[in-house]
């Protein structure tokens, strides 16, 4: 367990499986009213959280009632996105903050969590991406220190629709071996 600023970080487990996709509907209903067509509600059931879990890694941030404010998915490879890569990068997927308890920053510190994790295992990179056609998150992901790499014009969704998506890209020099 990893405490930061009154938010206790850790790996789920099977269990928290159903708490993951009530928090991905929650946050996908957050983003339809905001006017974001990004996720939908339905999209992620508790079997996609735990296949996830057994293929990298979740982490759920809570605060201290012990309450879901956030989590986030960490695969070690993308390849239907990024190709096939050397193992230099994590890729941090399904970023979710509960608007309804999470402290301001919450999604801040996930990204920190997640980037500390990543260079904790001595890769480089913190590799994501964000829908092409959100440009509020891409702001967000370059305030917090992502660079545009690329761009992803054919992903496909669970429903077949298809979109683009821009990669971005973090160098996590300074935390390597540190």
Known sequence: MIIDDGIEFRRAGDADA?????LFDRTARWMLAGGIDQWKPGDRDAAHFRARMRDGEVWLAEDAEGRLCGAYELWWSDEEAWGVQPP????????MVARDVAPA????????HAERRIAGTGR????????????????YYQDAGYRVVGEFPHKEAKDGRVYGVVLLEKRLDRLIGG
């Open 88 to 95: 230099v990068a994590g890729y941090v997927h399904r970023l």
């Open 105 to 112: 920053g919450t999604g801040r510190l996930l990204l920190d």
């Open 18 to 22: 159903g708490l993951l996709e009530q």
């Open 124 to 139: 480089e990179r913190a590799r994501l991406d964000c829908v092409s056609t959100n440009p509020r998150l891409l702001a």
